[in-house]
């Protein structure tokens, strides 16, 4: 031990991380300057600019949480949660639960919409909440839910919870850059992402947005927010404001490859990689079921890029299969989290994972174990 | 804008990150593996073990917090304190301050020791304030002001807080790997570094320890911890247990570099690496006072990494010189923090940047410079 770590050549076809670009790579390579030396300012600015035009938003309070996703969910709702707040959660999986976890440690009362797991929330199941809770401060809903592969539609929950004076919260961790996200047009007041999943930039930041509604709430807040490090009245004098005020030192070589994973989306187009996503996924989802996989969620509310499948009934032991396809392969897939362990796959097509090619290799090893 | 980004060549000598050993820019550009992969989690358990090393400490719970240095003092502070508890806090700096804004956001009553900036916290000083305060839960003090230039002697002042009955909270960001620290003899029962300083790996990443006096008082907390994100409970279950519990996702690459910054530690020896250090500290002394610059601390509390000095009376204008040092010479060093804004300078001698070749080239800008 304790030497120089070599590691194995995996192919990332689980809930993420996914593959990352040479090029991304590359970027991390790159010596170090100062946090606060003018090229990493203009570095910082730039990364902000793509990130709003890959959420599709204009949001000024756009920037980029230095650590993961987990802490881009927590960022969005210390902020805008205070003590005594009422608030609605929809859970559908592991994530939605996480929030419900998170509000509560905010002093907040939380009414939860509990759906089971690998379906949607639906708009009678959110009016239902909204007649016990009628004023709530926000409603937080998963995007895309990395537990179970399904895919929540959010335009009509937006309208209604704005009617209803609340501000919208969305966990696009698995969304966003391979599924269409329209940050501005579907009204989201705050939304939190991470790196390491169709952007396949390694793990680590949350890129975060906040709506001038968002914004209006965190300006009126009674009491300090709980976390000193995700405060944003103090993060965002770090990432913008006319001088850039000191608050943590940020991840300069994690920047480096946000930043360089933002120019590849940028030179393929936003739009076509959603499409991109949904022909791999298709692709996928045919031999899959020829090898007797078959989904979990119904084929209007799948997720492209987290394929949840139930194995064929020839396989009894998934765990051992995972492993065979780690060992003998280099394959990664996922398995099933929470209610879902030891039942179902997570196969992820995020990002540089999400070729033709991968889809091949992974189909490939399963007919040669298999069959 | 929106191209590859190719930053220039630095010479880093600020307060941190400070220059990166071509092997860990290297580490950084090896594919990623999942962070569940065994091999990530053999990685993750040498790191626990050299991080442990370091520290010198036999810690259990020992492990890296996926944020910043400072998400590493909020994760000691939230996790051992509770509404209602009183503790000690020492400020003789920007990090000091820190400290009392993320504990009285704890819910705690802070008491605490007000020093003068450059001067280090006294023995009289901790006994006047437990004499008002005779039962604190902790005392929190920073072993290495990086806004001042101060090392902090310790171990008088555990002895002290320990037969208050209360634990040692220990800020060692910019003391870790550049001078002696002594996580078990002197008694530290929390403590929490970052990675760009001493260490020389990429800022983001906090390394930190609890001793079993800590761990006990997180075990018998009344409340939950406020932070999901930084809460132990959770996170020790993810670094150790005998079932990885996922708790976020690993920052992959920024570990595989922590691991290669640790190896070349290991390989120039600990020990060696606070006399190397302590010597070129000394060495660019001698260059300093030659040109006019005076220490700002006594020379028995300096920090032989972090160089506060005032400027020769010929310098009108430290901001205008800093920045032709780094335009036209490629070398940063830092200005004054708070109270020192635009009156010292902070020059870094830490890990990678703390050669005699370093010393060299500061030394030869500035005498091209002023003279």
């Given at each position: 031990m304790n030497s120089t770590f070599n590691p194995p050549k995996r192919v990332l076809m689980g809930p993420g991380p996914s593959d990352v670009h040479p090029n991304v790579l590359k970027a991390m390579s790159a010596p170090l300057i100062g946090h606060l030396d003018p090229q990493f300012i203009q570095l910082m600015d730039e990364v902000k600019v793509m990130v709003q035009d890959t959420f599709r938003t204009t949001n000024e309070l756009t920037f980029v949480v230095s650590a993961p996703g987990s802490a881009g969910m927590e960022t969005c709702l210390v902020n805008l949660l205070e003590p005594g707040d009422e608030c609605i959660i929809c859970i559908n999986g592991v994530f939605g639960s996480r929030m419900v976890t998170i509000a509560e440690r905010c002093g907040a009362t939380v009414h939860a919409i509990h759906t089971v797991w690998g379906e949607v929330t639906s708009i009678a199941q959110v009016k239902e909440v909204l007649a016990v809770c009628?004023?709530?401060?926000l409603l937080a809903i998963v995007h895309a839910e990395t537990s179970t592969g399904v895919l929540q539609p959010l335009q009509e929950i937006s309208d209604i919870i704005h009617d209803a004076g609340g501000l919208l919260v969305v966990d696009a961790v698995t969304s966003w850059c391979g599924v269409p996200l329209e940050v501005d047009q579907w009204g989201i007041d705050a939304i939190y992402s991470g790196t390491?999943?169709?952007?396949?930039?390694?793990?680590g930041l949350s890129p975060v947005s906040f709506s001038p509604r968002a914004v209006a709430v965190l300006e009126n807040r009674k009491t300090v927010v709980q976390s000193w490090f995700l405060d944003l009245n103090l993060v965002k004098n770090y990432w913008a404001g006319t001088k850039r005020a000191y608050h943590h030192t940020a991840p300069i070589s994690s920047i480096y490859a946000l930043h360089e994973a933002l120019c590849l989306v940028k030179a393929e187009g936003l739009e076509n990689r959603w499409e991109r996503h949904q022909a791999v996924h298709l692709y996928l989802q045919v031999a899959l079921e020829n090898l007797g996989f078959s989904y979990l969620v119904q084929p209007q509310y799948r997720l492209p890029n987290l394929n949840a499948v139930k194995l064929p009934?020839?396989?009894?032991?998934e765990a051992q299969l995972r492993s065979q396809l780690l060992q003998n392969y280099n394959i990664e897939v996922g398995g099933g989290l929470g209610d879902f362990e030891g039942k179902i796959w997570r196969i992820g097509l995020m990002g540089?994972?999400?070729?033709r090619l991968h889809v091949n290799q992974l189909i490939g090893a399963l007919q040669k174990i298999l069959y």
């Amino acid at each position: 031990m304790n030497s120089t770590f070599n590691p194995p050549k995996r192919v990332l076809m689980g809930p993420g991380p996914s593959d990352v670009h040479p090029n991304v790579l590359k970027a991390m390579s790159a010596p170090l300057i100062g946090h606060l030396d003018p090229q990493f300012i203009q570095l910082m600015d730039e990364v902000k600019v793509m990130v709003q035009d890959t959420f599709r938003t204009t949001n000024e309070l756009t920037f980029v949480v230095s650590a993961p996703g987990s802490a881009g969910m927590e960022t969005c709702l210390v902020n805008l949660l205070e003590p005594g707040d009422e608030c609605i959660i929809c859970i559908n999986g592991v994530f939605g639960s996480r929030m419900v976890t998170i509000a509560e440690r905010c002093g907040a009362t939380v009414h939860a919409i509990h759906t089971v797991w690998g379906e949607v929330t639906s708009i009678a199941q959110v009016k239902e909440v909204l007649a016990v809770c009628p004023n709530p401060k926000l409603l937080a809903i998963v995007h895309a839910e990395t537990s179970t592969g399904v895919l929540q539609p959010l335009q009509e929950i937006s309208d209604i919870i704005h009617d209803a004076g609340g501000l919208l919260v969305v966990d696009a961790v698995t969304s966003w850059c391979g599924v269409p996200l329209e940050v501005d047009q579907w009204g989201i007041d705050a939304i939190y992402s991470g790196t390491q999943k169709n952007l396949s930039a390694p793990p680590g930041l949350s890129p975060v947005s906040f709506s001038p509604r968002a914004v209006a709430v965190l300006e009126n807040r009674k009491t300090v927010v709980q976390s000193w490090f995700l405060d944003l009245n103090l993060v965002k004098n770090y990432w913008a404001g006319t001088k850039r005020a000191y608050h943590h030192t940020a991840p300069i070589s994690s920047i480096y490859a946000l930043h360089e994973a933002l120019c590849l989306v940028k030179a393929e187009g936003l739009e076509n990689r959603w499409e991109r996503h949904q022909a791999v996924h298709l692709y996928l989802q045919v031999a899959l079921e020829n090898l007797g996989f078959s989904y979990l969620v119904q084929p209007q509310y799948r997720l492209p890029n987290l394929n949840a499948v139930k194995l064929p009934k020839l396989v009894t032991d998934e765990a051992q299969l995972r492993s065979q396809l780690l060992q003998n392969y280099n394959i990664e897939v996922g398995g099933g989290l929470g209610d879902f362990e030891g039942k179902i796959w997570r196969i992820g097509l995020m990002g540089e994972s999400c070729t033709r090619l991968h889809v091949n290799q992974l189909i490939g090893a399963l007919q040669k174990i298999l069959y």
